[in-house]
């Protein structure tokens, strides 16, 4: 989903096989990248939204980007 206004932002597609193992998923490289896929719309969206808020989701945004920075 997207940042306001809210509409769907991409469809991922969970071509795992079924039934899954629970523990078997954390070791699967495509499981991995479906999460990281996810995950990384995610920051983008929370990012956005943090930018056009209050002044200490600013600051959050400044501090992030410095430590993204730093790594």
Do not use: Q, W
């Not at 989903?1 to 795992?16: G, N």
């Not at 990248?33 to 956005?48: G, P, Q, V």
């Amino acid at each position: 989903m997207s940042a306001c206004p809210t509409k769907v932002r991409a469809i991922i597609e969970v071509d795992l096989p079924r039934p899954r193992d629970y523990a078997a998923i954390f070791r699967d490289d495509r499981a991995n990248a479906i999460k990281l896929e996810a995950l990384s719309l995610l920051h983008e969206e929370a990012m956005k939204a943090f930018a056009g808020g209050s002044k200490a989701a600013a600051d959050f945004i400044e501090a992030y980007s410095r430590r993204s920075a730093a790594v």
